[in-house]
Structures are given as structure tokens and as C-alpha cells.
């Protein structure tokens, strides 16, 4: 059943949400859907991969994100010579104390915006793979603790391929969702001249959340209700990937808990204490198509899989309320339907 605190929470969520929605919005012009996934990303305590190409924001969309938030921040550069231990820190040895000392590397901040992150060698880009999934990093046998909340915002170039490195398929089912900026309209990017020309709009951006804010949305997030409807048309989408002909790598278990948690984050963002299939159709894109392998023939057809996602999308029956389909937009009528559920 939803609480008094839970719905103070969700109120919470959404006037805070808001303000740093407002505030990334000010330096990144025209693309509020883009901003709306990074928002839904932070609160479903998952990680944001931004590829584009080059100038179209991305760096600066994570950076806007950063300073939204009152949070520590660290910016890793990653560039062929990089090391492991640049990321995750190393133990010096003493000779005062006659013992070793860790020096806490990049990775120990709250959020981590890996620049260019295949450029780096499939070592380094290993160094993150316990950070991202277990939010801790073990030295020399010893297991430290990140700092919560913990986001890796990360960035790579897709059309530029010389002195780069593919990201590890491993790494990249860490990411819960991918985003692509895309070119500004012609109205955005005249508006962006005017912004922009003097002076960076990130100099003048101040924190409108704290660290101790977003821990509170996010708790807030893991009490929004999905039904077991919800539950089992994330996994049939997630399912129809593995045996789809165009692929060769369906999306992995670890899949089918970011769809949802994902949902369950936007579904909050939505003032809704309760999840809908739209919420996993509106993501399913976002949350699985960067992590399948396209087959050689559906290569060769210029198949994608943000295509093939979509048409599991519309092969893939939608959950019924009292016998009902439920269409996109019809989210008051399905959620009206779960019990213990309260409408906003």
C-alpha cells in the first residue's frame, strides 16, 4: 500500500527532478527528451552512455548534469595511455609509516564522466566493470567503498574508428541506456548562438539538488509499484531478442532489471507511483538496443538494432487491464487498476 511518506516522496521527486531538468536545460538547447533519460538514468541508480558525433553536446550535457547536482565530480580523459590504476588508484608504499597508502583513484567520486571512453585500451576500459556493477573497486585485495549515489556518464564518438577501441560487450550491457543527441533544430541552434556566443552557460551553473536530495528520489523510485503484467512484458521483450534472426546477441538478465528500473524511474517522473507498459515501450529502445550484436546478413542489409527493437515492439502483445488492451496513453485507465495504487 502507498504511504503518507511515500507520496511526500513522489511530490519531493518531482518539484526536485524538475528544478535540475530546468537547469540542464539551460545549457542544452531543444533536446528535452535527452535530458528526461539522463534524469531517468541518475534515479534508477544506473549508468549513461552518450554517443554521438562530435559538437553536438555531449560532453556538455554530462557536465550540465554534474553541476546540477551537488555532488563530487571527477572528468576522466580517456586516451590510449591510460592506465587501470589512473582509474580505480593504486597503494603507494610509506616509508615514514613502513606500510602501504591507497591513493583513491578518479573513479571515487559520486558522478564519473569517462570522456572519449574508447579511446582507451580494452585494459583500462575493464578497470570500470566492478565500479559499475558493484559500485566498489578492489586494490591489492582490499575492497573499497564508492560514494553514493554513484553514475558514470560516459561519452564515445561513434563515426570517428581510428585509435579506438570497441567497448568490451561486457561494459557495455553496464550501461542501462544509451543516448544520442542528434543535430539541434534550426530554431535550437540560433538560440544556442545567442547562449552560447559570449560565454559557456556552465560557468554560470549552480547545484539546485544535493547529494543527500537524489538518495532520497532514489529510495522514493524503489517504492513505485509495477505490476506482474508489467513485469512479464519486460521480460517477453527482453526474451524476443535472444531467439530474433537478425541477431546474434540478445539482451542478457541484466537487461530486463535496468528496462525496469528504468520504467519504474520514469513512471516517477511522471508523478505516478505506479508503472505502465508505456513506460517500458517509451525506454525499451534506450535500455536495449546497445547492447545487441547485429547478425553479419542483417549488417549487410543495413539493419539496425534500434530497428529490430521496434519491431519487437510492435510484434510484442501489450498487457491487458479487466480484459482490455492497454494503448499508449491509456495509462490512468491501467493504473487505475492496481490495487493499493494512488493516482496523481
Known sequence: MTTYDDRASLTDLTTTA?????????VIEGKPEVVR?????????????????????????????????????RRIQFTPD??????TGVSIYDQQRRDFEFKPGAIFAQIVIGDEINRASPKTQSA?????EERQVTIDGQTYELPSPFMVVATQNPVEMEGTYPLPEAQRDRFMARVSIGYPSAEAEFQMLDVHGAA????????????????????????????????RYAVELVSATRTHPDLRLGASPRATLHLLRAAKAS??????????????????????????LPTAQAQLNRRTSEQVVREILQRTAVPTAEGRTVQPGAAAAYGAQQPGVRRL
Open 18 to 26: 524538475e528544478r535540475v531538468r530546468r537547469s540542464v536545460e539551460s
Open 37 to 73: 533519460l539522463s534524469l531517468t538514468v541518475l534515479l534508477a541508480e544506473g549508468h549513461l552512455l552518450i554517443e554521438d558525433v562530435p559538437g553536438v553536446g555531449k560532453t556538455m550535457l554530462a557536465k550540465a548534469l554534474a553541476r546540477s547536482v551537488d555532488c563530487s565530480v
Open 82 to 87: 591510460l592506465l587501470p590504476s589512473d582509474i
Open 128 to 132: 570500470l566493470l566492478e565500479s559499475m
Open 200 to 231: 559557456s552557460p556552465l560557468d554560470d551553473l549552480q547545484p539546485v539538488a544535493h547529494a543527500h536530495d537524489i538518495l532520497k528520489l532514489i529510495d522514493a523510485v524503489r517504492t513505485v509499484h509495477v505490476a506482474d503484467a508489467v513485469r
Open 267 to 292: 513512471a516517477a517522473l511522471s508523478g505516478r507511483d505506479y508503472a505502465l507498459p508505456d513506460d517500458v515501450q517509451a525506454l525499451a529502445v534506450a535500455v536495449l538496443a546497445h547492447r545487441l
